[in-house]
């Protein structure tokens, strides 16, 4: 064990739960370097000070416009820059739109979150948006919408119009960002997590790990995230999906215990946000997922879909948080 990480070891106040802001890189580079039980052990005593640990936070999400994106996420389908066959659709309707997420409700989900593939919404397209969200609001659940750069006019829109949630992540560390994406800077992206923050929007953002990024960059990615002046209430932390015909397709996937440490390091430094075992989980045995739970992730998708690629089907997801003695958080 690092010097670092014994020091961390002796201080009690490191399960506390408290919140802080001003996490080192130092800090939680040896947090990750914490053997497996002894990070485990932490992140599930930072965990029951603030969550049940058998309730998990159930979304559902839905594409409401598809493809032909113009930015170049290296990990992304729907970008025009890679042939990955993913079709190209107009935004939906709002009625298609609420008639999915009354669905939704019934099958469980408690937030629905819809997801469009641009770089950032024309204010006519806000307008059919902020219908969705109003629609949706309307039966019950709570609101989430991912659709690329605000402004904080926009953010405000959408804040008048009841969006509970808004989901911007930065994806990886500062360092790595501009190996996966050229076409917006990550000033860009804290600049749009400040305008929803301003507006009042609970913040969703995290990152996707093995694309291919060092140790160091998991350690960058989740200073970033601890060290913003709010915590994100929502943390995703997605395993990429390998996509045919974009540039990652072809990497090395990243080791399930370093996926888990990942979350398990979220989960301390950001001891009250949710935490989203998100993207990937089709390619996760029962088990890897099992650990991601007992490192703290409290929220997953549902659904067979995310936006374009695949996830679990309910049925498996519903048998396996039986077989964990799980229950959807309401
Ligand atoms: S991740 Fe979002 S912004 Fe990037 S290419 Fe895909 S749809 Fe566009």
């Given at each position: ?255 399930p215990i370093d996926f888990v440490r990942t ?8 001891p009250k946000s949710v935490v989203r075992l ?25 659904g067979p879909k995310l936006l374009t690629t ?21």
């Amino acid at each position: 064990m690092s010097v670092a990480a014994v020091e961390i070891a002796a201080d009690p106040a490191d399960v506390s739960g408290l919140v802080r802001h001003d996490w080192t890189r130092e800090e939680v580079r040896a947090l990750f370097a914490l053997p497996f039980p002894e990070l485990i052990f932490r992140a599930q005593a930072v965990h029951r000070r603030h969550f049940d640990p058998t309730e998990v936070q159930i979304s559902t999400l839905l594409s409401i416009k598809t493809g032909g994106c113009p930015e170049d996420c290296a990990y992304c389908p729907q970008s025009v820059h890679y042939d990955t066959g993913v079709k190209p659709e107009k935004l939906m309707s709002v009625a298609a739109v609420v008639a999915e997420a009354r669905a939704a409700k019934a099958a469980g989900a408690s937030r629905f979150c819809m997801g469009a593939a641009w770089r950032e919404p024309k204010d006519r397209d806000l307008d059919k948006v902020c219908a969705m969200v109003a629609g949706v609001k309307a039966i019950g659940l709570e609101t989430c919408a991912t659709l690329g750069m605000l402004t904080g006019s926009q953010a405000q829109r959408l804040s008048s119009a009841g969006l509970d949630y808004y989901n911007h992540n930065l994806d990886t560390s500062p360092e790595y960002y501009g190996a996966i994406i050229t076409t917006r800077t990550y000033r860009d992206r804290l600049d749009t997590l400040a305008h929803v923050r301003d507006a009042g929007i609970h913040v969703c953002c995290g990152g996707i790990v093995g694309m291919g990024e060092r140790a160091e960059d998991r350690v960058g990615m989740i200073t970033t995230l601890a060290t913003l002046p709010v915590h994100p209430e929502s943390v995703p932390i997605n395993m990429l999906v390998r996509v045919e015909g974009t540039p990652l397709a072809t990497g090395e996937p990243i080791d399930p215990i370093d996926f888990v440490r990942t979350i398990a390091v979220a989960r301390i430094t950001m001891p009250k946000s949710v935490v989203r075992l998100s993207a990937g989980r089709e390619d996760m045995r029962e088990e890897t997922q099992a650990l991601c739970f007992l490192a703290g992730a409290n929220s997953i998708f549902y659904g067979p879909k995310l936006l374009t690629t695949p996830n679990p089907e309910r049925d498996h997801d519903l048998r396996l948080m039986d077989k964990l003695g799980l229950v959807p958080m309401r």
